[in-house]
């Protein structure tokens, strides 16, 4: 589906983390050997709905993140589905070489969101946020990395995710998701969505950055300049087709995402382009930094994340090309 | 099922015996690996898969079979020559070990050897693993017992014990963690690195049933594990099984040098002689 949006209303519908939690409870019922794991997290994180539902498939492993991991390992090396959810933060950084060992190396299928990912999260802090989970999934051989923007996109998502053999990282946020979407929109592991064929610029976001990304577009098209928006919800396998396209039709990229510039979207994206079409590619993301605590909004704003900082990134390498 | 079992404790011995010869042989082969930790495992490993596992060679994806995981990854050698002497692997490829193309990887791969229940090799976390496999199998209601060789060095790994306290709150009595406690890890004796003792009484305070036995003496070792195996307890089990690091070759025997060295040609062949002598 091909939509060109003139104007972006960011319609807020639930956060990706709640329609996780629907999609899982969703497969379970079809699904009788999705097994659901988490941390002590699971009324934020949402695998609590699936708990709900099915409290025989579902195993709280206390705050053990690493051991989580180790059993999703285990469970799918004897026939089952694990999904195990932590937040994004604890799930990558304190379960990594349990990811690595447990998951990637052997290549199981095992399947891990991450929730509360990004600064978007707000007061509780950087200690929560995750801005490195992109790169560090990204980095595991065999891995699939998605990152959904809206609910629609995060059921569709999760239930592929569940057909896919082999392992899976999705983040997730905590925030409420711009409604981007609907129930009819179809969405496929590895093909990025297009929004709009504007030729002036591509922007490449994913997660809450596109809704961002289509307020900018809109902005931008009252400025005169035609962007296309493309809402790479898979980092890994990435959409390199899309980007060639959107490299060759346009000459200029932005990446847009909640993440660290080292190892996220925008370094995938620059690789890619770079073995097919180089173009001048400008970068939004969190600069080397960590962030603090504040209101989602403050955040996004002072780390330059929100939609007029898209706009200003796409001016600039409009003017490099 | 129990494949190819040994009754005579004579018949396990000579094995055993024949076990570290392919080691030594295997990593001198190599040209690096881990002698130490292998010939310390040998006595746990025969009994495992001659007297104690439900499994089948001629069937190794059989889904009722037991799992083995060495979670002490590093002392794979052994585990190799045990699944060839069970007849899971072609004995000739254990010359092989840490070769190119080599199902015999350094440590152990299933990637490489889908036989091998998990690959393993950052420590800590074969225990984890061995939950999985435990909570399928009650799931499923299954009566396949899941056993988890851990080293003593290897227990200061944290996960450990976020594994043993999820194992004893959800009951998990068919799960057995072997602990090969050879009292040495590549730095130093265990005692002078973090002490890990008392490990027995360490588990039972996670809610585990735990048995000290001597790891080489398959009088004590056979009924410890056939006790775990048919564990109706609702406790997980843990055997701390005493072992001698380098058991088997006087050279090598309680000598921290030899957690992590290849014999060289001489060495091998001095190591070799002893033990051909043991059952001349």
């Known amino acids: 589906m091909t939509t060109i949006s003139t104007k972006f209303e960011m319609k807020m519908g639930v956060a990706t983390r709640e329609a996780y939690g629907q999609a899982l409870a969703e497969l379970g019922r079809t699904n009788p050997s999705l097994i659901v794991l988490d941390a002590d997290l699971a009324k934020s994180t949402f695998s609590a709905t699936f708990a709900k539902e099915f409290p025989d498939r579902f195993f709280s492993v206390g705050i053990a993140e690493a051991n989580m991991v180790g059993i999703a390992g285990g469970l799918a090396l004897a026939g089952k589905l694990p999904f195990a959810s932590s937040f994004a933060v604890f799930l990558c950084d304190k379960g990594y070489d349990q990811l690595r060992m447990c998951a990637a190396y052997p290549h199981v299928n095992a399947k891990f969101v991450g929730s509360h990912g990004g600064i978007s999260i707000g007061e509780d802090g950087p200690s929560q946020q995750s801005v490195e989970d992109f790169a560090l999934a990204c980095a595991l051989p065999g891995f699939t990395v998605l990152c959904p923007a809206d609910e629609f996109s995060t059921r569709a998502l999760v239930k592929q995710m569940a057909e896919l053999v082999g392992p899976c990282y999705m983040r997730t946020g905590r925030a409420k998701a711009p409604i981007i979407y609907s129930a009819a929109d179809t969405f496929q592991i590895g093909r990025a969505k297009l929004h709009g064929i504007g030729r002036d610029v591509a922007i490449v976001a994913c997660g809450f950055e596109v809704g961002y990304a289509l307020q900018a577009q809109a902005q931008l098209q009252e400025e005169g300049i035609a962007a296309r928006v493309l809402d790479m919800h898979t980092l890994k396998p990435l959409d390199h087709e899309a980007i060639a396209l959107a490299a060759s039709e346009c000459g200029a990229i932005v990446t847009a995402e909640e993440h660290l510039l080292d190892g996220g979207l925008g370094s995938r994206v620059a690789r890619s382009a770079a073995m097919s079409r180089p173009v001048p590619i400008e970068f939004v993301g969190i600069n080397n930094t960590y962030s603090e605590s504040a209101t989602p909004e403050q955040l996004m704003e002072k780390y330059g994340l929100a939609a007029p900082y898209i706009v200003e990134a796409a001016k600039k390498v409009v003017k490099r090309k | ?280």
């Open chain 2, 1 to 280: 099922m129990t494949a190819q079992r040994i009754e005579s404790i004579d018949e396990l011995k000579r094995l055993s015996n024949r076990l570290r010869i392919d080691i030594v042989r295997m990593i001198g082969a190599a040209g690096s690996g881990h002698p130490g930790g292998s010939l310390s495992e040998v006595e746990l490993l025969a009994a495992l898969y001659f007297r104690v596992l439900h499994h089948d060679p001629a069937r190794p994806d059989w889904p009722d079979r037991d799992r083995f995981i060495l979670s002490k990854g590093h002392g794979v050698p052994a585990l190799y020559a045990v699944l060839a002497a069970a007849g899971y692997i072609d004995a000739a490829l254990l010359p092989t070990l840490r070769k190119l193309d080599s199902p015999l990887q350094g440590h152990p791969d299933r990637r490489m050897l889908p036989i091998l229940e998990a690959s393993t090799g950052s420590l800590g976390q074969g225990i984890s693993i061995g939950i999985g496999m435990a909570l399928a199998a009650k799931l499923d209601n299954k009566d396949f017992h899941t056993f988890v060789m851990v080293g003593d060095g290897e227990i200061q790994e944290g996960q450990n014990w976020e594994a043993a306290m999820f194992a004893s709150a959800h009951k998990l009595n068919n799960l057995t963690v072997i602990l090969d406690n050879n009292k040495q890890q590549l730095d130093d004796w265990t005692e002078k690195i973090v002490r890990v003792e008392p490990l027995s009484e360490k588990f039972r305070a996670f809610g585990w049933n735990a048995v000290d036995i001597d790891g080489h003496n398959f009088a004590q070792v056979i009924p410890a594990l056939e006790q775990a195996r048919a564990n109706m307890s609702e406790r997980p089990t843990a055997i701390i099984a005493s072992t001698v690091k380098g058991k088997g070759v006087s050279f090598m025997e309680n000598n921290v040098k030899w957690h992590g060295v290849a014999p060289k040609p001489e060495e091998v062949e001095a190591a070799v002689k002893e033990l051909e002598a043991k059952f001349a």
